[in-house]
């Protein structure tokens, strides 16, 4: 084997540990949060399903940003196209859905988050204070 080919499977093999070990970091993060909030007694369940909310909605915004991208960085495609194929109002066409897929659903994805939205408060907050009682007032007895 040449010494370039050897160097891309050394670069391939090292980009492939470093994302192997990304992934094993954050899995291990993951644990000591979830370990560290069980040490304090905090529910587990609501705070998954307010994650899982927040990254519907971070997935949702990245996804639309990305077709957002593609569909402008696409659009040119229109104007450098033979006029038979210009036809289309605006210069609209075929080309410019690799951008206007992604923009569909990441648009679907943060109304999801939206209408996923119960609008009650976490579990963890819906527990009622316990009820006021005033302070005893210093009353002693009077010996007999």
């Known amino acids: 084997?040449?010494?370039n080919v050897l160097a891309a499977l050394l670069g391939w093999l090292l980009a492939l540990v470093i994302f192997c070990g990304f992934i094993v970091l954050l899995r291990y993060l993951d644990h000591r949060e979830r370990m560290a909030l069980i040490a304090r007694g905090l529910d587990l369940e609501s705070l998954q399903r307010r994650s899982h909310n927040r990254r519907t909605l971070r997935a949702g915004l990245i996804t639309m940003m990305v077709g957002?991208?593609?569909?402008?960085?696409?659009y040119p495609l229109g104007f450098m196209l033979p006029p038979m194929l210009r036809a289309a109002p605006f210069h609209l066409g075929p080309w410019l859905?690799?951008?206007l897929i992604p923009l569909g659903v990441g648009a679907a994805l943060v109304v999801s988050y939206y209408l996923e939205q119960d609008g009650q408060p976490p579990?963890?907050?819906q527990r009622p204070s316990p009820p006021f009682t005033p302070p005893?007032?210093?009353s002693q007895s009077e010996p007999d």
Request: glycine share 10%; aromatic share 6%.
């Open 97 to 99: 859905l690799p951008g």
């Open 68 to 74: 957002l991208a593609l569909t402008f960085g696409l």
């Open 1 to 3: 084997m040449s010494s």
């Open 136 to 138: 005893l007032e210093n």
């Open 123 to 125: 579990r963890d907050r």
